[in-house]
């Protein structure tokens, strides 16, 4: 077999891991026994986060955020879910140290990144677990598909802001939209870059991006994350945040309930009521 047909073999394999994802809800955990409590109520898998309170204060102070590997080693000894660990953009060496703990798939991602052009794109084909990556658009999903990202979540330039649903709105549509614009023809397959072209033609032909799409970012309320699947999202990740309501453990299966019943009113109705 060439080395490129072992690469593609492995992509494929990788891309196929994130399909359990599909049409469901990760949740965004900070602690096992958040993780317990996602597991219970129907997720799908955790991400092991940094507090977003405490993302905006270490910045602040010019200190580094990062995800201690005993929280995810912890928190993969609590659960059987897929545990996601979240690592700054750019440190290959911070996402080695996290698969190496047990994490089963990689979110590389920009909040807790004090400077967002690092300038070395992670080589996400390189891992054996999936890597996640972040969007405002559709050449950037793509640029971040062609590193090896197999999942792509809705992300957008502030730095260390808690996210707004009203920016995770924008960056899906903006995403989706530009997938519209490209398969009817409004912009050309050469303006995204001789690198995205194979990758292009492939959105053109299926008319979706070859891996799923979450929308991330402030959703911590079952009519926005039934919102987003509406709007075109695979599946959503929550905040952490949905640990700090009254009730969490509610609220959480209020979010999985209305993401699966999006499309039904008659039963959302029932998962949108605190």
Same mark, same amino acid.
């Given at each position: 077999?060439s080395?490129?047909?072992k690469?593609?073999?492995?992509i494929?394999?990788i891309?196929n891991?994130t399909?359990?994802?599909?049409?469901g809800?990760?949740?965004?955990?900070e602690n096992?026994n958040?993780?317990?409590?996602?597991?219970?109520?129907?997720?799908?898998?955790?991400e092991?986060?940094?507090?977003?309170?405490?993302?905006?204060k270490t910045?602040?102070?010019?200190?580094?955020?990062?995800?201690?590997?005993a929280i995810?080693?912890?928190? /993969?000894d609590s659960?059987?879910?897929?545990?996601i660990a979240?690592?700054?953009?750019?440190h290959?060496i911070?996402a080695?140290v =996290?698969e190496? &703990? *047990?994490a089963?798939?990689?979110?590389?991602?920009e909040?807790? $990144? &004090?400077?967002?052009d690092?300038?070395?794109?992670?080589?996400?084909k390189?891992?054996?677990i999936?890597?996640?990556g972040?969007a405002?658009?559709?050449k950037?999903? /793509?640029?971040?598909?062609?590193?090896?990202?197999?999942?792509?979540? $809705?992300t957008?330039?502030?730095?260390?802001?808690v996210?707004?649903i009203e920016?995770?709105?924008?960056?899906?549509?903006?995403?989706?939209?530009?997938i519209?614009?490209l398969?009817?023809?409004k912009?050309?397959?050469?303006?995204? *870059?001789?690198?995205?072209?194979?990758?292009?033609?492939?959105v053109?032909t299926n008319?979706?991006?070859p891996v799923?799409?979450?929308a991330?970012?402030?959703?911590?309320?079952p009519?926005?994350?039934?919102?987003? =699947?509406?709007l075109?999202?695979?599946?959503v990740? $929550? &905040?952490? /945040?949905?640990?700090?309501?009254?009730?969490p453990?509610?609220?959480?299966w209020s979010?999985?309930?209305?993401v699966?019943?999006?499309n039904?009113?008659s039963? /959302?109705?029932?998962y949108?009521?605190y």
């Amino acid at each position: 077999m060439s080395a490129d047909s072992k690469e593609q073999k492995h992509i494929q394999t990788i891309r196929n891991m994130t399909k359990q994802f599909k049409n469901g809800v990760i949740v965004a955990v900070e602690n096992s026994n958040h993780a317990v409590i996602a597991e219970k109520v129907g997720a799908l898998g955790v991400e092991v986060v940094v507090n977003a309170e405490n993302v905006k204060k270490t910045a602040a102070e010019n200190q580094v955020v990062t995800i201690d590997p005993a929280i995810v080693r912890d928190v /993969l000894d609590s659960i059987v879910l897929p545990v996601i660990a979240r690592v700054r953009q750019g440190h290959f060496i911070e996402a080695e140290v =996290m698969e190496a &703990s *047990g994490a089963n798939a990689i979110d590389e991602h920009e909040v807790q $990144t &004090s400077n967002k052009d690092v300038g070395i794109p992670m080589d996400k084909k390189s891992y054996k677990i999936p890597v996640f990556g972040g969007a405002a658009n559709l050449k950037e999903a /793509l640029t971040a598909i062609n590193q090896g990202a197999s999942l792509i979540r $809705t992300t957008y330039k502030e730095k260390y802001d808690v996210p707004h649903i009203e920016k995770t709105v924008q960056a899906l549509n903006k995403i989706l939209n530009d997938i519209n614009d490209l398969v009817e023809g409004k912009v050309e397959i050469a303006s995204l *870059g001789a690198d995205l072209e194979e990758l292009a033609k492939d959105v053109v032909t299926n008319k979706k991006l070859p891996v799923p799409l979450f929308a991330e970012g402030g959703i911590v309320l079952p009519s926005d994350a039934a919102m987003m =699947m509406d709007l075109g999202a695979d599946g959503v990740i $929550t &905040s952490s /945040l949905v640990f700090h309501v009254p009730n969490p453990d509610r609220r959480i299966w209020s979010i999985v309930k209305a993401v699966q019943n999006f499309n039904d009113p008659s039963k /959302l109705i029932k998962y949108v009521e605190y």
